[in-house]
């Protein structure tokens, strides 16, 4: 088959399954409304859940550190691009979470393509949860141990798959808040599972980050009931600076020895671009206002509110603390009818579809912010309600 005819069968099959997905370009600055064309919209589908991506105090370390700093860091990190302001982030980060060590890499996505291989060979084994996000799958996948991955958040399955094979050393990855569902892993769990198989836990916090835990330091201090800290002997930590940070980039922490055997050879940190300073000039600006816990406080007050409310309105929404509220809908066209019925009234909801989410579970994801407003979460519950009893 000549390539024009195989693009073309690609296309109509997205169309027929109703998996072709658009993008539209915005104004402006990213927040809670969000100018598109003529037209402002209410926007409940972004990760930018402390309404940090748009804030003033980080558009001004930026243009203030690029004045200084100028703009590219000329090479990777091991070469001559680490600059003293990305140490400072490392050692900010490192106190903000409470590990030893923090490596910044240049996006969660590198971090997750680069981590399984740099930390396991070919006698290891990988327990990955089903549900776990499409980076740490193709991570994974790129790495030689041998892999098995456990039904969701299902520890006695995970043991089941280790008892099953043979194995030197074990890496359990997890989410720490699940990004198409909202609930958050069961961490200390994962972790006693991990050390009875001679196991690393790695925990990709990207929507955890900010939002859960004390002080929105994470999944590591949600998971427990009295809200204790999980240490990180034999934990992995990775945070993205994208979502709650409002920024660019991404970190992994942890114990000294572990960090430095990634800064050795992990080769999506190795051979790339150290990220610009003044992106991590932006990034301690975002940290320094989430230390200060009014915005997380406000997310929560937020999530409350509309779980509360989503319930009066007797909506089908998952069980879910974070800052990611879902609509299990199931069927992809539905879905997209009340994505675009949301729409028409001037909110953005993410319509989730296969294969970012399993066959048969299409689903709005709606995401709250520490901006949004209590009249706009009340208007988005209205308009939800109506939307689904006009579409029976
Ligand atoms: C967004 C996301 C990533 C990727 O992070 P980027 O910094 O956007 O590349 C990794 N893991 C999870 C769970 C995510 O949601």
Redesign the pocket.
Known sequence: MDWSNWLAEQQLARQKGNLQRNRFAYSGRQGSILSVGESQFINFSS?DYLGLAGHPALSQSLAESAAVNGVGSGASHLVCGHSEIHQQLEAALAAFVGAERVLLLS??????IGLPQALTSRDDLILSDRL?????IDGIRLSRAKKRRFRHCDIEHAQLQAEQQKFSRCLVVT?G???MDGDIAPIQELRLLSNKNNGLLLV?D??GLGVVGSGGRGSLYASTAGGEFIDFESVLL?G????AFGC???FVAGNANLIEHISQSCRSYIYTTAPPPAIAACALSALELVKQGELTKNLHTNIQYFVSQAKAYDLPILTSSSAIQVLLVGDNIRVMNLSNMLRDKGFLVGAIRPPTVPEGTARLRITLSSTHKVEQIDRLLIELRKAMDDEL
């Open positions: 990760n996006s969660g996505y590198m971090a997750n776990n996000h499409a980076s740490l989410d808040v699940f990004s990709d990207a929507h990775m993205t600076l994208g979502k660019y980039g991404a």
